[in-house]
Protein backbone atom coordinates (compact mmCIF):
# COMPACT_ATOMS: atom_id res chain seq x y z
CA UNK A 1 0.00 0.00 0.00
CA UNK A 2 1.24 3.11 -0.95
CA UNK A 3 0.86 7.00 0.28
CA UNK A 4 0.00 9.45 -2.27
CA UNK A 5 1.73 13.25 -1.34
CA UNK A 6 -1.66 14.33 0.05
CA UNK A 7 -2.21 11.54 2.19
CA UNK A 8 1.11 11.73 3.34
CA UNK A 9 1.06 14.99 4.72
CA UNK A 10 -2.49 14.25 6.50
CA UNK A 11 -1.08 11.62 8.43
CA UNK A 12 2.03 13.76 9.36
CA UNK A 13 -1.25 16.41 10.93
CA UNK A 14 -2.22 13.83 12.58
CA UNK A 15 0.60 12.23 14.05
CA UNK A 16 1.09 15.80 15.56
CA UNK A 17 -2.37 16.15 16.89
CA UNK A 18 -1.91 12.86 18.71
CA UNK A 19 1.24 13.03 19.66
CA UNK A 20 2.08 16.69 20.08
CA UNK A 21 -0.73 18.55 22.29
CA UNK A 22 1.00 19.22 25.28
CA UNK A 23 3.92 21.71 25.68
CA UNK A 24 6.84 21.08 23.45
CA UNK A 25 10.62 22.12 24.48
CA UNK A 26 10.88 25.84 23.67
CA UNK A 27 12.69 27.86 26.57
CA UNK A 28 16.79 27.07 26.36
CA UNK A 29 17.09 28.28 29.53
CA UNK A 30 20.46 29.83 30.91
CA UNK A 31 19.39 29.02 34.43
CA UNK A 32 16.76 28.18 36.94
CA UNK A 33 16.24 31.60 39.04
CA UNK A 34 12.69 30.92 40.05
CA UNK A 35 9.88 28.76 40.99
CA UNK A 36 7.82 29.55 37.68
CA UNK A 37 11.10 28.59 35.47
CA UNK A 38 11.29 25.56 37.17
CA UNK A 39 7.34 24.52 36.26
CA UNK A 40 8.24 25.28 33.04
CA UNK A 41 11.15 22.98 32.81
CA UNK A 42 9.03 20.20 34.21
CA UNK A 43 6.67 20.48 31.99
CA UNK A 44 8.43 21.31 29.13
CA UNK A 45 10.88 18.58 29.68
CA UNK A 46 8.50 15.93 30.61
CA UNK A 47 6.46 16.73 27.53
CA UNK A 48 9.62 16.27 25.80
CA UNK A 49 10.88 12.97 27.00
CA UNK A 50 7.40 11.02 26.41
CA UNK A 51 6.81 12.49 23.29
CA UNK A 52 10.03 11.46 21.63
CA UNK A 53 10.37 8.01 23.57
CA UNK A 54 6.84 6.95 22.84
CA UNK A 55 6.80 8.11 19.21
CA UNK A 56 10.09 6.97 18.71
CA UNK A 57 9.56 2.87 20.11
CA UNK A 58 6.52 3.17 17.30
CA UNK A 59 8.35 4.19 14.89
CA UNK A 60 11.14 1.80 15.06
CA UNK A 61 8.88 -1.05 16.17
CA UNK A 62 6.24 -0.33 13.09
CA UNK A 63 8.85 0.61 10.47
CA UNK A 64 6.95 3.10 7.97
CA UNK A 65 3.94 1.53 8.38
CA UNK A 66 3.70 3.37 11.77
CA UNK A 67 2.20 6.09 9.17
CA UNK A 68 -0.69 3.83 7.93
CA UNK A 69 -1.73 3.83 11.82
CA UNK A 70 -2.82 7.03 11.74
CA UNK A 71 -6.09 6.17 9.88
CA UNK A 72 -7.00 3.28 11.77
CA UNK A 73 -9.41 4.85 14.93
CA UNK A 74 -8.68 2.23 17.63
CA UNK A 75 -5.01 2.70 17.24
CA UNK A 76 -5.65 6.93 17.91
CA UNK A 77 -7.62 6.34 21.02
CA UNK A 78 -5.07 3.68 22.47
CA UNK A 79 -2.04 6.32 21.14
CA UNK A 80 -4.61 9.16 23.07
CA UNK A 81 -4.77 7.06 26.39
CA UNK A 82 -1.02 6.52 25.95
CA UNK A 83 0.66 9.47 25.52
CA UNK A 84 -1.35 11.20 28.71
CA UNK A 85 -0.61 8.22 31.02
CA UNK A 86 3.08 8.50 29.73
CA UNK A 87 3.14 12.03 29.96
CA UNK A 88 1.30 12.32 33.50
CA UNK A 89 4.20 10.04 34.52
CA UNK A 90 6.70 12.12 33.40
CA UNK A 91 5.87 15.13 35.39
CA UNK A 92 5.53 13.26 38.17
CA UNK A 93 8.65 11.63 38.30
CA UNK A 94 10.42 14.95 36.96
CA UNK A 95 8.55 16.99 40.10
CA UNK A 96 9.93 14.63 42.60
CA UNK A 97 13.50 15.06 41.16
CA UNK A 98 13.90 18.53 40.73
CA UNK A 99 12.11 19.11 44.44
CA UNK A 100 14.25 16.29 45.98
CA UNK A 101 17.60 17.29 44.07
CA UNK A 102 16.97 21.21 45.22
CA UNK A 103 16.63 20.14 49.06
CA UNK A 104 19.60 17.88 49.34
CA UNK A 105 22.20 19.21 47.08
CA UNK A 106 21.10 22.89 46.91
CA UNK A 107 20.02 22.66 50.49
CA UNK A 108 17.03 24.46 49.92
CA UNK A 109 13.57 23.11 50.91
CA UNK A 110 10.83 24.59 48.87
CA UNK A 111 9.15 21.03 48.88
CA UNK A 112 5.88 22.11 50.34
CA UNK A 113 5.32 23.99 46.68
CA UNK A 114 5.39 20.08 44.55
CA UNK A 115 2.24 19.74 44.69
CA UNK A 116 0.97 22.98 44.22
CA UNK A 117 2.98 23.32 40.83
CA UNK A 118 2.37 19.70 39.94
CA UNK A 119 -1.13 20.20 39.88
CA UNK A 120 -1.05 23.62 38.15
CA UNK A 121 0.47 21.84 35.81
CA UNK A 122 -1.98 19.11 35.51
CA UNK A 123 -5.24 21.82 35.23
CA UNK A 124 -2.80 23.50 32.08
CA UNK A 125 -2.87 20.00 30.63
CA UNK A 126 -6.78 19.31 31.10
CA UNK A 127 -7.34 22.66 28.97
CA UNK A 128 -5.17 20.72 26.55
CA UNK A 129 -6.70 17.38 26.21
CA UNK A 130 -5.63 15.42 29.37
CA UNK A 131 -8.38 13.56 31.03
CA UNK A 132 -9.97 13.91 34.24
CA UNK A 133 -9.76 10.49 34.95
CA UNK A 134 -6.07 10.19 34.29
CA UNK A 135 -5.80 13.66 35.77
CA UNK A 136 -7.32 12.91 39.20
CA UNK A 137 -5.41 9.34 38.89
CA UNK A 138 -2.11 11.04 38.91
CA UNK A 139 -2.60 13.77 41.48
CA UNK A 140 -3.72 10.94 43.40
CA UNK A 141 -1.26 8.78 43.30
CA UNK A 142 1.54 11.68 44.03
CA UNK A 143 -0.61 12.60 47.24
CA UNK A 144 0.46 8.73 48.17
CA UNK A 145 3.89 9.14 47.43
CA UNK A 146 4.67 12.11 48.80
CA UNK A 147 3.88 11.26 52.07
CA UNK A 148 6.74 8.15 52.66
CA UNK A 149 9.02 10.12 50.09
CA UNK A 150 12.24 11.14 51.81
CA UNK A 151 12.99 14.37 49.94
CA UNK A 152 17.15 13.83 50.79
CA UNK A 153 17.25 10.92 48.97
CA UNK A 154 14.97 10.24 46.32
CA UNK A 155 17.04 12.25 42.91
CA UNK A 156 19.55 9.24 43.75
CA UNK A 157 17.05 5.89 43.58
CA UNK A 158 16.00 5.47 40.41
CA UNK A 159 13.82 8.59 40.22
CA UNK A 160 12.46 8.30 37.07
CA UNK A 161 11.39 4.46 37.22
CA UNK A 162 7.82 5.12 37.55
CA UNK A 163 7.59 6.79 34.23
CA UNK A 164 9.76 4.26 32.47
CA UNK A 165 7.27 1.02 33.81
CA UNK A 166 4.23 3.64 31.88
CA UNK A 167 5.86 3.90 28.75
CA UNK A 168 6.00 0.23 28.92
CA UNK A 169 2.56 -0.17 30.12
CA UNK A 170 1.06 2.23 27.49
CA UNK A 171 2.28 1.72 24.57
CA UNK A 172 0.05 0.97 22.22
CA UNK A 173 2.76 -2.32 21.01
CA UNK A 174 1.10 -6.31 21.02
CA UNK A 175 2.00 -7.58 24.71
CA UNK A 176 4.61 -10.42 22.93
CA UNK A 177 6.48 -7.36 21.18
CA UNK A 178 6.93 -5.05 24.20
CA UNK A 179 8.07 -8.35 26.22
CA UNK A 180 10.92 -8.62 23.76
CA UNK A 181 11.11 -5.14 23.85
CA UNK A 182 11.01 -4.24 27.14
CA UNK A 183 14.87 -3.93 28.12
CA UNK A 184 15.42 -1.24 25.28
CA UNK A 185 12.15 0.63 25.74
CA UNK A 186 13.25 0.88 29.45
CA UNK A 187 16.99 1.87 28.28
CA UNK A 188 15.60 4.26 25.96
CA UNK A 189 13.43 6.50 28.04
CA UNK A 190 15.98 6.53 30.95
CA UNK A 191 18.81 7.51 28.58
CA UNK A 192 16.80 10.62 28.05
CA UNK A 193 16.22 11.66 31.37
CA UNK A 194 20.10 11.30 31.72
CA UNK A 195 19.95 14.04 29.68
CA UNK A 196 17.58 16.03 31.46
CA UNK A 197 19.03 15.32 34.51
CA UNK A 198 22.48 16.79 32.98
CA UNK A 199 21.13 19.76 32.31
CA UNK A 200 19.18 20.41 35.23
CA UNK A 201 22.85 20.19 37.18
CA UNK A 202 23.73 22.45 34.78
CA UNK A 203 21.00 24.93 34.97
CA UNK A 204 21.27 24.78 39.01
CA UNK A 205 25.12 25.04 39.23
CA UNK A 206 24.98 28.63 41.14
CA UNK A 207 22.15 27.94 42.18
CA UNK A 208 21.17 29.93 45.47
CA UNK A 209 17.46 30.71 46.29
CA UNK A 210 14.51 31.46 44.18
Not at 63 to 75: Q, V
Not at 177 to 183: F, G, R, V, Y
Request: aromatic share 14%.
Amino acid sequence: MRLNLHKFVDTIKALKEYLFPVRKVTDRFQSLTSLVQLKKFIQERSAHVSQTTLFGYIKTRMGFKHYLMFEDKPFLESLDIAKWNVYASCLLDCTFYTFSYLYEKKNFDCTKDAEKIFVEILLEEESNGLSRKISDAIRNEFKIKSRSINWSSYYLNEPFKNSGLSLYKWSPIADELKELDKEIVLNSIKLKWNLVQNEFDSLTKDFKNF
